[in-house]
């Protein structure tokens, strides 16, 4: 049998498959979200997280070393707040968890990205990412309050202000606060298309963030998107590019990659995919059954992700994957 075109010819070893490969994957192009927590040489494992913490300041400075020795430039901070109450105030307390981290961080490491998310469901009593009135989350009040968290962040030195609030209008009434206030330089990573979304679970447990049985309302659907939906995630988009968002986010990811792909092909800005915490526990829960290999599994998703379009990826896979890439490449080659 005679054939002319033999695809196999360029699969038959290491070498020539990395020759061809189409899409790239590197430490750079990733970011790792951290849990910050009170205390020193605290390092509290998240039991629905496996191998992830609450890290003290301290803790998160080393390892901010150890990525940075694995090429990944990037973190992405959560505070971890015993203090709660209806008004989400202590989001913007110059003297909180994440003022004080990204001030240690820039003394130590300058040149970490620091990425600071901008949202109030970690201080506030009821669990909502907004303010409750009336049984509602209010929209143009909640601005207001994620202002005061924008700026009490840009202050303390934090590179990249992360709204994920998915409040309309938020991006640009920040964008306005930061340059008024002499931080034309901080940047807004704008969670643009976050979905009401159940793969959540594990990080609202791990930040004691999720809505309260006794809440009004229950869920966060009245902010954060239908699954079902693509062409609003492009709307969504598209404000937030208008309102002054230099990257744009889709969350989460895995489920997502036709929504990734479509903001790619829409939109000529960087673009960012959100690798959640129920996307890295499935993996882990699966891996310790032995049904699938964890690291051929990590590597297989973050190359879906990077193969949809996105420019980088938040991932709690961050560190191993950088190790694998960086030692053990061949072997997933």
Not at 150 to 172: F, K, N, Y
Not at 218 to 244: H, S
């Amino acid at each position: 049998m005679e054939l002319t075109h033999r695809p196999r010819r360029l699969r038959r070893t290491g070498p020539v498959r990395s020759l061809i490969r189409e899409t790239e994957l590197c430490p750079q192009h990733l970011i790792y979200p951290i849990f910050v927590t009170k205390g020193e040489h605290v390092r509290d494992p998240i039991n629905t997280m496996p191998g992830q913490f609450r890290l003290s300041i301290d803790e998160v400075v080393q390892e901010c070393e150890i990525l940075l020795k694995l090429g990944v430039g990037a973190v992405n901070l959560f505070g971890y707040s015993p203090e709660k109450d209806e008004t989400g105030k202590f989001a913007w307390d110059t003297e909180g968890l994440i003022p004080r981290c990204v001030r240690a961080l820039k003394v130590v490491h300058p040149e970490v990205c620091v990425q600071t998310d901008v949202a109030l469901d970690p201080y506030t009593t009821h669990g909502h990412d907004g303010l409750v009135f009336g049984g509602e989350i209010v929209n143009d009040e909640t601005v207001e309050a994620l202002c005061q968290m924008a700026l009490c962040h840009a202050e303390a030195g934090a590179d990249w202000i992360a709204p994920s609030d998915m409040m309309d209008g938020r991006v640009g009434a920040i964008r306005e606060a930061l340059d008024a206030n002499g931080f034309a330089n901080t940047g807004i990573l704008a969670y643009s298309a976050k979905y009401a979304s159940c793969f959540y679970g594990p990080f609202r447990g791990a930040l004691g963030s999720a809505p309260k049985s006794d809440a009004a309302p229950k869920d966060k659907k009245t902010y954060q998107m239908d699954p079902a939906n693509v062409r609003e995630a492009l709307k969504e988009v598209a404000l937030d590019i208008e309102e002054g968002a230099d990257v744009v986010m889709v969350k989460p990811a895995l489920a997502y990659l036709d929504v990734i792909r479509a903001v790619r092909e829409e939109f000529d800005v960087p673009v960012a995919a959100y690798n959640v915490s129920g996307e890295y526990a499935m993996v882990c829960a699966a891996a310790e059954k032995g049904w699938v290999e964890k690291d051929r599994a990590l590597l297989e998703i973050l190359f879906s992700i990077r193969r949809a379009g996105a420019d980088m990826i938040l991932s709690y896979f961050a560190k191993d994957a950088a190790t694998l890439l960086r030692e053990q490449y061949g072997k997933f080659a």
